[in-house]
C-alpha cells in the first residue's frame, strides 16, 4: 500500500486527467489544477489514439468512453503524390484498430470521467513557484492561493511550468520547421473506406486524410514555414491567407489540389507550429515528477503523443503505488519510460525532415519505397515495436 495520501497534478488537458485516473486505480487520490479559467472545450483539431495507448487506457477503465467519441481506423495507407498506394498496413495481429478523436472532444470525455470518479479540477490555477518539507511540498498559484500534498505532477503540456522548476535549463519545445493545418469538407470520396488513414508526401508538403462515417472528409497537412508560428499568432493571420499558400503547396498533388480546393476559409484548422521535445534530462527533482508533453513530445508526426502519455501515466501509477521510497520511485518510473520515448521522438524527427525535403529527394523516395517496403522495411518493423508496446499492471514494480 502506497504512503501518497495526496497528489497535486498541475495541468487538465489530456494527461493530468489520465494520470489522475491511473493513480485512483492504485488508491492514490488526487487534485488537478488548471492554469486557464475554463476547460478547453473546442480547442485543438484531431488526434490519433493508437492500439498501445488505447490498452492503457483499457488498464484504468476508461477505454469503453473514449472509444465512444473515436473514429476506428485499422488500416493505414501510404500513397504518392498523385494518390497511387504505394504500400498498406492492416495492424498487428491482435490488436484491435487505432481511434482518431477530436482533442476537445477527448478533453472533455477525460474531464466527465474525473468528475465522476470524485477527482477535483480546480480551474484559474496558474503555478508559479513550490516549496518542499520532509513531509510533503506546497503549490504556489499567480492568484495568491496555494496547495499541500505528498507529491506534485507536472502535466502542463510542452511549455511545462514544473519542468523549469525541476530544472531551470531545461530543454525547451523545438520547432520542427513545418506548420501543421486541416480542414473538414463535404466527402470527396477519396479514402473509398471509412477505415482507412491516407499519408502522401506531396511534391512539395505532406497530406493526410479519411472519410467519416457521417459524410466528410477530414484532412491535415504540414506547410514549411521559416517562422515558428504560435497557434494564436497562425490564427491571427486571415485563413484565406493559409489557404493560398496551402492551394500553391499541393497544386501538383492529389488528391490534396481537390481538397483544398473544397476547403473554405471557414472550414479551416489552424494548429501553429509542430514542436517535440525530444530529450529532457531530469524527469524528477525531490517530490516533483513530469508525465507527458511535460517530459516527452515527440510530435505530431509520431502519431504517439497521446499514447505516451498514457503509458507514462499508468506506469508512473504503478511506480507509486509499488516503491515507499519516492526516489526510488521516480528512478524506476524513467527506467521503464526514457528508452521508449526517445526512440519514439527519433523516429518522430526523421519524418519530420522527410516532409521538408525538397521535390526532387521526395521523389527519389517515392521510387524506392516500394522495394524497401518489399524487403527490410515490413509494416511490423515499421509500427510493430510502437503500437505492440503492453503495460503488465498487476506485474509489482521493483526499485
Known sequence: MSK???????????????????????????????????????IGGALTLAPNGLDALRLIGVHKE?????????????????GKQLCEFNGL????????VWRSDLNGALADLATKNAIDIVYGRRLVSVSETPAGI????????SASGDVLIGADGIRSTVRALIDP??????????????GRVPAAGVAGRSDSMHFAFGKEAFLGHWDTPEGETIWFGNLPHETALTAAQARAIPSAHWLVQLRAAY?????GCALLARTVPEQLIIVGAAEMLSKVEHWSKGRMVLVGDAVHAPSSSSGQGVSLAAESAVELARCLRDIPDLGSAFAAYERLRRHRVETVAASAAKTNR???????????????LPLALKTFLTPDKMFGAFHGHRIDWDASVKA
Do not use: C, H, W
Open 66 to 82: 473514449v472509444a465512444a467519441i473515436g473514429q476506428p481506423i485499422s488500416r493505414m495507407v501510404i500513397d504518392n503524390s498523385q
Open 138 to 145: 506546497t503549490a504556489y498559484f499567480a492568484d495568491g492561493s
Open 93 to 100: 495481429d491482435g490488436s484491435e484498430p487505432s481511434q482518431v
Open 169 to 182: 535549463d531545461a530543454a525547451t519545445p523545438e520547432y520542427t520547421g513545418l506548420l501543421g493545418f486541416g
Open 4 to 42: 501518497i495520501k495526496k497528489v497535486l497534478i498541475i495541468g487538465s488537458g489530456i494527461a493530468g486527467p489520465i494520470t489522475a485516473l491511473a493513480l485512483r486505480k492504485a488508491g492514490i487520490a488526487s487534485t488537478i489544477y488548471e492554469a486557464y479559467p475554463t476547460s478547453a472545450d473546442g
Open 251 to 255: 497544386a501538383d498533388d492529389q488528391p
Open 354 to 368: 522527410n516532409k521538408k525535403q525538397r521535390p526532387v529527394a521526395k521523389a527519389l523516395m517515392q521510387l524506392l
